[in-house]
């Protein structure tokens, strides 16, 4: 996507016009509801009741800020976010490190050390990644409960290893195939073993592809739902759990001030992946869907 | 001699490690995918309830399953969100990378604007236009602060619009990443095609129309196969932004499936809807990757 511009369409001014007005509403329909979120969050609750949700903030404030990450109730507690947003990232590192490391070993034999039947196997894992998740959570609750990792952050780290492979291989598959062959060969006959060629051979140039499934897995399993629901829905939670909590079930006032703050709060990693590394972000969206 | 059988070992060694490697990966999917699947599927031949039971009922459950009306409403609601998701995603996708193809200033900041919802978490999304729609507090009470007194815009408590709000927050969320899809296709058509066109006198709509839109066939394969898959599997979205209703206007096969299972106890009648969702998305899924894979290898 970033070659450079060779089209030649010619467009007339009115056309021209007309094109760069629609870019610019949209434009505006992406940006609108995030930036309304931000604007009422530094509000006081009675501006944003009594007022309009467009209208610059006239009492700058961080307190609800300050109450979505550690006072609001969320569940039971009023304990904010807080504790629920290290949930989070307990879970999401080592599940990210680990699915990264098989899928990129499994990627390393399913092109190099190529055998009977690996395309039907790794068809399996492909398809694993578009399965609904609906038809897993009966047994995956069942096993959770008896090996008794049931609401605890190692049983959805567990979980999202195992739905996360599947992803991870595509992508270092598909990059190793491109890989020379004949380097792999050459070092074999040098003496070189598997992991010795993985290690020198493959891993120092695989550094955008790493990036790109790092970035992927981050994303998908921070932004999980269904399987934080499902598996740890009480002080094991992950964020997004948590921050539904917030929303729906404040019984009383609804703070949307405080509202806004914890999904900006919970929006933030993500956000803040995307705006650093946007590119390898997008590269690996194309990767998950055009199996190029 | 035994240097030979050295080797021999090693080699034989060497042999066996890419699969050692690559075992406790397949291992996990064989269990915790393929295994699960097939214990969803007995469940739902079985009078489970609260917890899963081994009564076989035969095809009681799926009898009784077409016969809910909450199922075939979930069923309709889905129909009708996924084609207008699919439908708007696609539309806009296309109008946007089309644009965006036409030597822009600025396209270095607008495509990141596009793209960014892709980065969030649905939760997030459906708290930021559950108060958006919300006709008290959000657009429609705006409106009517400016002076737009007449405006009305209560689709998500009206339960004949409901459902569209969730396709207005679904492609507010996943356009952008159709409209990479189609710029990355536009961008790999060869540029002698689109010349010799222009220079046969063809207009711009007629290029685009005849040539280049046709040309886009595998970005559409593509962004179809995607979107319908996560159209099946939404749960998040309605979850935060209409928790199914109001009455059972937003209800889709994924919360009905979560409802019927942990909530109503009726795990059997559960496990047939899932059993059903995995049907068709492996009907969608299964041909193009089929294709996919063989088209590589």
């Given at each position: 996507?970033?070659?450079?511009?060779?089209?030649?369409?010619?467009?007339g001014?009115?056309?021209?016009?007309?094109?760069?007005?629609?870019?610019?509403?949209?434009?505006?329909?992406?940006?609108?509801?995030?930036?309304?979120?931000?604007?009422?969050?530094?509000?006081?609750?009675?501006?944003?009741?009594?007022?309009?949700m467009?209208?610059?903030?006239?009492?700058?404030?961080?307190?609800?800020?300050?109450?979505?990450?550690?006072?609001?109730?969320?569940?039971?507690?009023?304990?904010?976010?807080?504790?629920?947003?290290?949930?989070?990232?307990?879970?999401?590192?080592p599940?990210?490190?680990?699915?990264?490391?098989?899928g990129?070993?499994?990627?390393?034999?399913?092109?190099?050390?190529?055998?009977?039947?690996?395309?039907?196997?790794?068809?399996?894992?492909?398809?694993?990644?578009?399965?609904?998740?609906?038809?897993?959570?009966?047994?995956?609750?069942?096993?959770?409960g008896?090996?008794?990792?049931?609401?605890?952050?190692?049983?959805?780290?567990l979980?999202?290893?195992?739905?996360?492979?599947?992803?991870?291989?595509?992508?270092?598959?598909?990059?190793?195939?491109?890989?020379?062959?004949?380097?792999?060969?050459?070092?074999?006959?040098?003496?070189?073993?598997?992991?010795?060629?993985?290690?020198?051979?493959?891993?120092?140039?695989?550094?955008?592809?790493?990036?790109?499934?790092?970035?992927?897995?981050?994303t998908n399993i921070?932004?999980d739902?269904l399987?934080?629901a499902?598996?740890?829905?009480?002080?094991?939670?992950?964020?997004?759990?948590?921050?539904?909590n917030?929303?729906?079930?404040?019984?009383?006032?609804?703070?949307?001030?405080?509202?806004?703050?914890?999904?900006?709060?919970?929006?933030?990693?993500?956000?803040?992946?995307?705006?650093?590394?946007?590119?390898?972000?997008?590269?690996?969206?194309?990767?998950?869907?055009?199996?190029? | 001699?035994?240097?030979?059988g050295?080797?021999?070992?090693r080699?034989?060694?060497?042999n066996?490690?890419?699969?050692?490697?690559?075992?406790?990966?397949?291992?996990?999917?064989?269990?915790?995918?393929?295994?699960?699947?097939?214990?969803?599927?007995?469940?739902?031949?079985?009078?489970?309830r609260?917890?899963?039971?081994?009564?076989?009922v035969?095809?009681?459950?799926?009898?009784?399953?077409?016969?809910?009306?909450?199922?075939?409403?979930?069923?309709?609601?889905?129909?009708?969100?996924?084609?207008?998701?699919?439908?708007v995603?696609t539309?806009?996708?296309?109008?946007l990378?089309?644009?965006?193809?036409?030597?822009?200033?600025?396209?270095?900041?607008?495509?990141?604007?596009?793209?960014?919802?892709?980065?969030?978490?649905?939760?997030?999304?459906?708290?930021?236009?559950?108060?958006?729609?919300?006709?008290?507090?959000?657009?429609?009470?705006?409106?009517?602060?400016?002076?737009?007194?007449?405006?009305?815009?209560?689709?998500?408590?009206?339960?004949?619009?409901a459902i569209?709000?969730?396709?207005?927050?679904?492609?507010?969320?996943?356009?952008?990443?159709?409209?990479?899809?189609?710029l990355?296709?536009?961008?790999?058509?060869?540029?002698?095609?689109?010349?010799?066109?222009?220079?046969?006198?063809?207009?711009?709509?007629?290029?685009?129309?005849?040539?280049?839109?046709?040309?886009?066939?595998?970005?559409?394969?593509?962004?179809?196969?995607?979107?319908?898959?996560?159209?099946?599997?939404?749960?998040?979205?309605?979850?935060?932004?209409?928790?199914?209703?109001?009455?059972?206007?937003?209800?889709?096969?994924?919360?009905?499936?979560?409802?019927?299972?942990?909530?109503?106890?009726?795990?059997?009648?559960?496990?047939?809807?899932?059993?059903?969702?995995?049907?068709?998305?492996?009907?969608?899924?299964?041909?193009?990757?089929?294709?996919?894979?063989?088209?590589?290898?």
């Open positions: 996507m970033s070659s450079a511009q060779t089209q030649s369409v010619r467009t001014r009115v056309t021209r016009s007309f094109i760069y007005l629609f870019l610019l509403v949209s434009a505006l329909f992406y940006l609108l509801p995030f930036f309304i979120m931000l604007l009422n969050s530094v509000k006081p609750l009675g501006e944003i009741t009594g007022g309009n467009m209208a610059m903030p006239e009492v700058f404030t961080l307190e609800a800020w300050k109450a979505a990450w550690s006072t609001a109730q969320v569940g039971v507690e009023p304990t904010g976010l807080r504790p629920y947003f290290w949930n989070s990232i307990k879970m999401v590192v599940a990210v490190f680990i699915s990264t490391i098989l990129a070993l499994n990627g390393y034999v399913l092109t190099k050390w190529r055998f009977k039947y690996d395309t039907i196997l790794f068809g399996l894992m492909l398809f694993s990644c578009f399965i609904p998740f609906q038809i897993v959570l009966i047994p995956m609750a069942r096993i959770l008896i090996v008794g990792l049931s609401g605890s952050t190692y049983g959805l780290i979980v999202h290893v195992v739905y996360g492979v599947g992803f991870s291989t595509l992508y270092f598959r598909n990059y190793y195939a491109a890989f020379p062959t004949e380097l792999v060969r050459a070092a074999q006959i040098d003496g070189a073993g598997f992991f010795q060629i993985f290690y020198r051979i493959l891993l120092p140039s695989s550094g955008p592809i790493i990036v790109v499934c790092v970035i992927w897995q981050f921070w932004n739902f399987f934080g499902s598996f740890a829905s009480g002080s094991g939670a992950p964020m997004t759990v948590a921050l539904n917030l929303v729906q079930s404040s019984t009383g006032v609804k703070e949307y001030n405080v509202h806004f703050a914890g999904a900006i709060l919970a929006a933030l990693p993500t956000l803040l992946v995307y705006i650093v590394a946007g590119r390898y972000f997008v590269r690996g969206l194309m990767a998950g869907s055009v199996k190029g | 001699m035994i240097r030979q050295e080797v021999d070992f080699t034989r060694l060497q066996w490690i890419p699969k050692v490697v690559l075992s406790p990966s397949l291992a996990m999917v064989l269990v915790f995918v393929y295994g699960f699947i097939f214990f969803t599927i007995y469940l739902s031949f079985t009078d489970s609260i917890l899963p039971s081994f009564g076989l035969g095809m009681e459950n799926y009898s009784k399953l077409w016969r809910l009306s909450h199922w075939t409403t979930s069923l309709t609601n889905l129909g009708i969100f996924a084609f207008f998701y699919i439908t995603c539309a806009l996708g296309l109008a990378a089309i644009f965006l193809d036409q030597k822009i200033r600025g396209e270095g900041v607008l495509r990141p604007i596009y793209l960014y919802p892709m980065a969030l978490s649905f939760i997030v999304t459906g708290t930021a236009w559950k108060w958006f729609l919300d006709p008290g507090i959000g657009l429609e009470h705006t409106m009517h602060l400016w002076g737009w007194t007449s405006f009305k815009f209560d689709w998500i408590k009206n339960r004949d619009f569209y709000t969730i396709v207005l927050a679904a492609v507010w969320q996943t356009s952008g990443f159709v409209m990479a899809m189609f990355a296709g536009l961008r790999g058509i060869d540029n002698e095609i689109m010349k010799a066109a222009q220079i046969d006198g063809a207009s711009n709509w007629n290029l685009y129309r005849r040539i280049v839109i046709p040309l886009l066939r595998p970005a559409f394969l593509s962004a179809f196969v995607i979107l319908a898959h996560l159209a099946i599997k939404s749960y998040d979205l309605v979850i935060a932004l209409t928790g199914g209703g109001p009455g059972r206007a937003t209800e889709l096969p994924a919360t009905f499936m979560y409802s019927y299972t942990f909530t109503r106890n009726q795990m059997g009648i559960g496990a047939s809807s899932a059993v059903i969702m995995l049907m068709t998305i492996a009907a969608i899924m299964v041909p193009y990757l089929y294709a996919e894979l063989k088209e590589k290898s």
